[in-house]
Antibody, heavy 121, light 107 residues
Framework: EVQLVESGGGLVQPGGSLRLSCAASGFTFSSYWMSWVRQAPGKGLEWVAN????????YYVDSVKGRFTISRDNAKSSLYLQMNSLRAEDTAVYYC??????????????WGQGTTVTVSS | DIQMTQSPSSVSASVGDRVTITCRAS??????LAWYQQKPGKAPKLLIF???SLQSGVPSRFSGSGSGTDFTLTISSLQPEDFATYYC?????????FGGGTKVEIK
């Protein structure tokens, strides 16, 4: 079964750091672009970042540039999001998603269940 | 950045109704548009990719059309399990962006 399982969310103070992980199974992880997408409470979806199969290309939404870093370990079939200098507006459910086999132009076809990040003092 | 505008923001409909949701891009995105369905407390689910291609396993009552800046998601005969929020997403250029969502509610 194709599956993505996120972990690492929690409560953190403003200015703090958190590292999210996403464990992939049931498919050849190293063959896919991967993304992080977040959803603030009661709000819509916001793409955060994605990373090429070999990690050579990474893209970010402007609001997290310089604070968040996406990375992957293909040997461990795992995706990561290092989040530093966290702000209240980063509070959201963070989803790990697989980009479509046809390429990033085709959307994201597999999603994890999400992990909740709350930034509050 | 490419802005995605969905309309309506919500729609009330009955089982069996035909429902149409529109999505407009602030600039041309060719056919690089995806549609997702999200139910409360759940992850989004890909319905349509490349504007009109049905994702595997998605019922044929869902269809997508459009190119350039104007796109449409149609549910031909609404079923009870279709009550959810629907999002469009442009995949033409970074940053990838989503529409604000359309909530399909029971009438």
């Amino acid at each position: 079964e194709v599956q993505l399982v996120e972990s690492g969310g929690g409560l953190v103070q403003p200015g703090g750091s958190l590292r999210l992980s996403c464990a992939a199974s049931g498919f050849t992880f190293s063959s896919y672009w991967m993304s992080w997408v977040r959803q603030a409470p009661g709000k819509g979806l916001e793409w955060v970042a994605n990373i090429k199969q070999d990690g050579s290309e990474k893209y970010y939404v402007d609001s997290v540039k310089g604070r968040f870093t996406i990375s992957r370990d293909n040997a461990k079939s795992s995706l990561y999001l290092q989040m530093n200098s966290l702000r209240a507006e980063d509070t959201a459910v963070y989803y790990c998603a697989r980009d479509h086999p046809g390429g990033i132009e085709y959307g994201m076809d597999v999603w994890g269940q999400g992990t909740t990040v709350t930034v509050s003092s | 950045d490419i802005q995605m505008t969905q309309s309506p923001s919500s729609v009330s409909a009955s089982v069996g109704d035909r429902v149409t949701i529109t999505c407009r891009a602030s600039q041309g995105i060719s056919s690089w548009l995806a549609w997702y369905q999200q139910k409360p407390g759940k992850a989004p689910k890909l319905l349509i990719f490349a504007a009109s291609s049905l994702q595997s396993g998605v019922p044929s009552r869902f269809s997508g059309s459009g190119s350039g800046t104007d796109f449409t998601l149609t549910i031909s005969s609404l079923q009870p399990e279709d009550f959810a929020t629907y999002y469009c997403q442009q995949a033409n250029s970074f940053p990838l962006t989503f529409g604000g969502g359309t909530k399909v509610e029971i009438k």
